[in-house]
Nanobody, 123 residues
C-alpha cells in the first residue's frame, strides 16, 4: 500500500506564493506518475497538474498554467507543487495522487490519494 501525505498548505494573500509537498511511502515511488488535484468549497474535485514517473513530462490545467509548477524528487519520494501569483480562485483543498498512468489521465485512473492540505488565498 502506498501512503501519500500532503503538507505546506496555509493562508496566503493574492499574488503570493506557496509550495506544497507530497511525501510518499510504502511503495516504489519512482514508477508512479504523480498528480495534484484540488477541491474548492462547493465544487467538484478538479485536475491541477501531473508529472510522469521520470519527470520528463508534465501537464497543467489551463487555469494554473504559467503560475504553478510541478516537480518531483525521486530520491526523497516527494512531489512538489510550486504555486505563484495565487488568486482567490485557487482556494481549495489540494490532494496529491499516484498511479501508473499518463499525465493526462483522469482522477479515476489514480490508485492512491493523500488526505489533502488546505490552501486559502485572501483577496
Amino acid at each position: 500500500q502506498v501512503q501519500l501525505v500532503e503538507s505546506g498548505g496555509g493562508l496566503v494573500q493574492a499574488g503570493g506564493s506557496l509550495r506544497l509537498s507530497c511525501a510518499a511511502s510504502g511503495g516504489t515511488f519512482s514508477i508512479y506518475a504523480m498528480g495534484w488535484f484540488r477541491q474548492a468549497p462547493g465544487k467538484e474535485r478538479e485536475f491541477v497538474t501531473a508529472i510522469s514517473w521520470s519527470g520528463g513530462s508534465t501537464y497543467y490545467a489551463d487555469s494554473v498554467k504559467g503560475r504553478f509548477t510541478i516537480s518531483r524528487d525521486n530520491a526523497k519520494n516527494t512531489v512538489y507543487l510550486q504555486m505563484n501569483s495565487l488568486k482567490p480562485e485557487d482556494t481549495a483543498v489540494y490532494y496529491c495522487a499516484a498511479g501508473r498512468v499518463g499525465v493526462r489521465a483522469t482522477q479515476r485512473s489514480y490508485d492512491y490519494w493523500g488526505q489533502g492540505t488546505r490552501v486559502t488565498v485572501s483577496s
